[in-house]
């Protein structure tokens, strides 16, 4: 299973394939950056969960919206 950056950075190498790469790979470039920061996110939310950080009277919707800053631009 993949995560869903691993799945957009892979969609996005074949966009590049069959354009012009090198428009395509500094946002891919970028993605691939932000592995390391997703992973941290979901071992954190996997541990929150485990140790009983996060209030059972929450929804996991409700817990990512209280996580994360998800306000459209």
């Known amino acids: ?3 869903p ?8 190498w074949e966009i590049a394939k ?3 790469s090198y428009e395509v790979a500094p946002c891919i470039e970028a993605a691939e950056a932000m ?4 992973k941290e996110t979901i071992c954190n939310a996997f541990s929150d ?7 059972s009277r929450w ?4 817990y990512f919206e209280e996580t994360f800053n998800t306000e459209e631009r």
């Open 1 to 3: 299973m993949k995560t």
């Open 5 to 12: 950056m691993q799945e957009l950075i892979e969609q996005m």
């Open 18 to 20: 069959y354009g012009d």
């Open 35 to 38: 592995l390391e920061k997703e």
């Open 49 to 55: 969960a485990r140790h009983g950080a996060v209030e």
């Open 59 to 62: 929804t996991a919707e409700e």
